[in-house]
């Protein structure tokens, strides 16, 4: 969820958001935390020579990964078994006074692929993209 905190833009996961948060809507019933993170960021090159020189913070998160145990074979655990830590270019949106954010709709610009076994595989990433550009509407949206 994009916020700002002490007038700075941050993101805020979506583990930290709580039901009643999920559930908020305005005045006109409509909800108040809805956009999401589509990891679909330009930055402006003096903008990425500012990040480079910051320290961004690690994330941790206890995940299943499969491994190769003593005798050669490769082993899927049913429990998370490893610790993984990584830094999220979103962080350093807090380096900035502001950014600018583009509402999309999600279903048009959002195919993310994480895995081969799961929805979003490598395959269904492109049969959307192909779909997206097959619709003649949308093909002169933007051309």
Do not use: Q
């Not at 305005?26 to 500012?50: M, T």
């Not at 990040?51 to 206890?62: D, G, K, Q, S």
């Not at 610790?83 to 999309?104: C, G, Q």
């Amino acid at each position: 969820m994009f916020c700002k905190k002490d007038n700075i833009p941050i993101i805020i996961d979506y583990d930290k958001i709580t039901p009643e948060m999920t559930n908020a809507k305005d005045e006109n019933g409509k909800f108040l935390y809805r956009d999401c993170n589509i990891l679909a960021h330009l930055f402006s090159l003096d903008s990425l020579f500012k990040i480079a020189c910051e320290t961004l913070p690690y994330h941790r998160a206890y995940k299943k990964n499969t491994f190769i145990n003593y005798e050669g074979m490769k082993e899927v655990p049913s429990k998370p078994n490893s610790f993984k830590f990584e830094t999220f270019i979103f962080d350093a949106f807090s380096f900035f006074n502001d950014i600018l954010i583009f509402r999309v709709n999600k279903s048009d610009e959002f195919a993310p692929i994480k895995d081969f076994t799961s929805k979003n595989n490598p395959e269904n990433a492109l049969d959307l993209y192909n779909n997206f550009w097959s619709k003649p509407d949308l093909y002169n949206k933007y051309f």
